[in-house]
């Protein structure tokens, strides 16, 4: 009887010794940490050998042509329409703002600049992160699954060469052009806000919009939609390729393709924008 | 049996992920010409087996020999040569589900061997007429045909190339017995007609005496027993005996 007592004195106040529960919380963190540690690891491992191979023969033009259309074209829609409907709300918004200290001038430039610099090259990384690295991400774990990327192997042909940078080069190049399509659709919302709503004259906003637009905003805008195309493409090729088996894990990749690759956006946004910065 | 060429030989080869243990020294060898049918129930390591040898996984631990040569540390270069000697018929038959029926089966070649995609064309209607494939499924997607014409197809692709060893993963699973029958004739006629050494697996007992001059049985990762394909019903072997009889009562107990 006693003997069990001891035992169970000795269990509580094991429970409760503050060493113990240190050294079960730095085990925890050193845990997490190193798992943390170790997919950063092998995302940048995955990454600098898509790049390789962007680089390195064979290419395959045609798949690339399918990714440029399939990215640029196919994303237009849904960017177009962000691009007009934030450009029309921030007219609006920004009115508010600037009336209540009689600066409703501004209006044209606050578009302008925020469409541009921020909300264009952002927002569109987000939807394309949700149209393209989803269905990337789909498709390659599909790919995987059925081992379709096993016969590839056996068909002596590279599956980095083949599935993967295509997608990456596909990305990168074709976010710009849709972030400077986006930068027009954007900006022209704002206009038709600014004149048929908020009764500016045509002329002076157009004049206001050129007024203090300088190359470096738009340039700044299609260095980051660069980034963020080989962002979303990256993380759709990344969960794609190492699916796990079933409907469930391209599911999973799926969503774990979206989500990444939103949340490297927003902060690949802000440090390319602390770097932008610090430039000028 | 001494002085026969060995086109394929296993030794030793082991293969874990993490604590589950698959393959834990598979010793094979195949002579030239040959068709070598492994037996064994699921999950015994089969599909591993074959893919060491593909190099699709890498084997912790053994040898593989290809016509003599080491094959589990080439890369590059050497791998694509050692590739190219190979064909496979996948399990689950892994078309490309994005890509027509003849891109399918001329995909070794226009990728792998530089054929142009008109001769390519060519050449992968004449292998869909020699698996029994009429030219109008040609220009089809996998998912628009039914299972035992996607075997069909992945048999074709399998052989485009024409290979020097040829796989089959399970080439009659998921098929009705006549369906069944007509791939298994199909893979001795083809392989027969190339001269190539075949190594298959399967759990289709009917599948595996068509098919075999030898049969190998894998159980728990190893190889339990291997001997000619006339043999099989006097293995003296229980595990053997077991599985053609496809019991439940013996040795093997199924892990529920
Ligand atoms: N890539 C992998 N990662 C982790 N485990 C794997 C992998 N491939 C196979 N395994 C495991 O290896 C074991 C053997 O699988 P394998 O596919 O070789 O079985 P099999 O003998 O071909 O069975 P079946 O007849 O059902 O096809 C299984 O337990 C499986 O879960
Ligand atoms: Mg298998």
Partial sequence: MSMTEQQDDAETARGFSPVVWLLDLCTRIGATLLGFLGAVGRLSAFAGRGIYHCFTPPFYPRLLWRQLVDIGYYSLPVVGMTALFTGMVLALQSYTGFSRFSAEGAVATVVVLSVTRELAPVLAGLMVAGRIGASIAAEIGTMRVTEQIDALTTLSTHPFKYLIAPRLIAGTLMLPVLVLIADVIGVYGGYIVGVYKLDFISENYIHRTWEYLTAEDVISGLWKASAFGFIVTLMGCYHGFNSQRGAQGVGAATTNAVVSASILILIANYFLTQLFFAGK | ?256
């Fill in chain 2, 1 to 256: 049996m001494a002085g026969a060429v060995k086109k394929l030989e296993l030794k030793d080869v082991r293969k874990s992920f993490g604590a589950n243990h698959v393959l834990r020294g598979v010793n094979i060898s195949i002579e030239k010409g040959k068709s070598l049918v492994v037996i064994g129930g699921s999950g015994t390591g089969k599909s591993v087996m074959i893919k060491s040898v593909l190099g699709i996984v890498t084997p912790d631990s053994g040898s593989i020999l290809v016509d003599g040569q080491e094959t589990t540390k080439l890369k590059g270069k050497d791998r694509d040569a050692q590739m190219r000697k190979f064909g496979m018929l996948f399990q689950g038959g892994a078309l490309f589900d994005s890509l027509p029926i003849w891109e399918n089966v001329a995909f070794g070649l226009i990728q792998g061997k530089g054929v142009s995609r008109k001769d390519a064309y060519d050449l992968a209607i004449e292998k869909l007429r020699s698996v029994g494939l009429p030219s109008r499924v040609a220009k089809l997607l996998p998912a628009e045909l039914s299972g035992g014409m996607q075997k069909r197809v992945g048999l074709a692709r399998a052989i485009a190339a024409n290979p020097d060893i040829i796989f089959f993963d399970e080439p009659t699973t998921g098929l009705d017995p006549i369906m069944a029958d007509v791939i298994n004739d199909l893979i001795v006629e083809t392989s027969k007609g190339l001269g190539a050494t075949t190594l298959s697996i399967t759990h289709d007992m009917h599948s595996a005496r068509k098919i075999a001059d030898n049969i190998a049985m894998i159980y728990k990762g190893e190889i339990i027993w291997h001997g000619k394909a006339a043999d099989i019903d006097h293995s003296g072997n229980p595990y053997v005996d077991q599985f053609i009889k496809g019991s439940a009562e013996g040795p093997i107990k199924m892990e529920v």
